[in-house]
């Protein structure tokens, strides 16, 4: 079955970097993502990473894709008290015909001042 | 702003009821999905409409439904409620049957 996991909680110090993990079980994902949610908002895409790749950076993002271990990684560089926040894993399997996204159960990152 | 609409945002209602959920997809969008948010089971995919056809179901118990209307807003209809159906149900729409999605704010419904 898919299974997505996540640690449940970070916190960093304003200006470090922020380092967000995440496993998943399915082997046929063709694509990765990592979703925002801000309280009392819903979802918005940060980032997503297709199966083949190892590494996508965007601005203060980077995903990293390690595939024989099934490991997704989201790094924020510089990280401000704007990016707490709850962040979800998610994963698309192969063949799907629609985006039926697996999420995590979210990573609820906190940055001290 | 996502441009996808969810209304009612909070609905507090008592066990047996029947309560229904509302979605206006972002302009364009032809497909809508259901996800259910719950502290327990986190973020977990109901069902899938695409112009006006269901798509794909997940997770979706018995007692509720969903439709798709021709001008492509959708309902999800929650019957016989139960203290554990209180969660954010979230709607999310992609222009194709796949595509990126975008997230409404969500619906919070509580049973009492």
């Known amino acids: 079955g898919e299974d997505v996991e996540q640690s449940l909680f970070l916190s960093v110090r304003e200006g470090d970097s922020s380092v967000i993990n995440c496993t998943y079980t399915?082997?046929?994902?063709?694509?990765l993502y990592w979703y925002k949610q801000e309280p009392g908002a819903g979802l918005q895409l940060l980032t997503y990473?297709?199966?083949?790749?190892d590494m996508k950076q965007d601005q203060r993002l980077t995903v990293l894709l390690n595939k024989k271990d099934k490991h997704l990684s989201l790094r924020i560089a510089d990280t401000q008290t704007g990016d707490s926040a709850i962040y979800f894993c998610?994963?698309?399997?192969?063949?799907?015909?629609?985006?039926?996204?697996?999420f995590g159960k979210g990573t609820k990152l906190s940055v001290i001042p | 702003d996502s441009g996808v609409t969810q209304t009612p945002k909070h609905l507090i209602t008592a066990t047996g009821q029947r309560v229904t959920l509302r979605c206006s997809p972002r302009?364009?969008?032809?497909?809508v999905y259901w996800y259910q948010q719950s502290l327990d089971q986190g973020l977990q995919f109901l069902i899938q409409?695409?112009?006006?056809?269901?798509?794909a179901k997940g997770n979706i118990l018995e007692r509720f439904s969903a439709q798709q209307f021709p001008d492509l807003h959708s309902e999800l209809n929650l019957s016989s409620l139960e203290l554990g159906d209180s969660a954010l149900y979230f709607c999310?729409?992609?222009?194709?049957?796949?595509?990126?999605?975008?997230f409404g704010e969500g619906s919070r419904l509580t049973v009492l």
């Open positions: 409409y695409y112009n006006g056809e269901e798509r």
């Open positions: 990473i297709f199966s083949n790749m």
């Open positions: 998610a994963e698309s399997p192969l063949g799907a015909g629609s985006y039926q996204l697996t």
């Open positions: 302009s364009g969008d032809l497909s």
């Open positions: 999310a729409s992609s222009v194709a049957e796949a595509g990126e999605l975008f």
């Open positions: 399915d082997s046929s994902s063709t694509y």
